[in-house]
């Protein structure tokens, strides 16, 4: 598997999350811009996770490029997203995606703990 390390969020994480943690702006996504979370409703958590690209490069048949991201909203309840898509389950865990234009993997679903994370690095804000 092909890795690609994506720490970097942007700008600075004041101008996205509250002082409780929370995300201050409502969160889209970054291609059809459809709502995937309301303000205040995922939490900031920093942790290392390896995700799939969210665009593979087709000349790399056969492999899954993945990157390493760091940066994530915690979102405890699935029924507090707007809009968000859930594939098969993959290693005790589904990964998440747009409902509108099946964008992503956005972040992912762990089915040990029944929580749900999205990386700051793949959407956008309103």
Do not use: W
């Amino acid at each position: 598997m092909s890795e690609v390390e994506n720490t970097g969020i942007g700008d600075s994480l004041s101008d996205k999350i509250d002082e409780d943690g929370f995300n201050k702006l409502v969160v889209k996504c970054k291609y059809c811009g459809s709502k995937i979370l309301d303000k205040k409703s995922g939490k900031y958590i920093a942790q290392e996770k390896e995700l799939p690209l969210m665009q593979q490069d087709t000349r790399k048949e056969g492999e899954i490029q993945s990157e390493k991201v760091n940066h994530f909203y915690h979102v405890e309840n699935m029924f507090t997203f707007e809009n968000i898509g859930f594939t098969h389950t993959v290693d005790c865990y589904k990964y998440l995606s747009c409902a509108d234009c099946d964008a992503g993997p956005v972040g992912y679903y762990d089915m040990n703990t029944k929580h749900s994370y999205v990386a700051l690095c793949r959407i956008e804000y309103a």
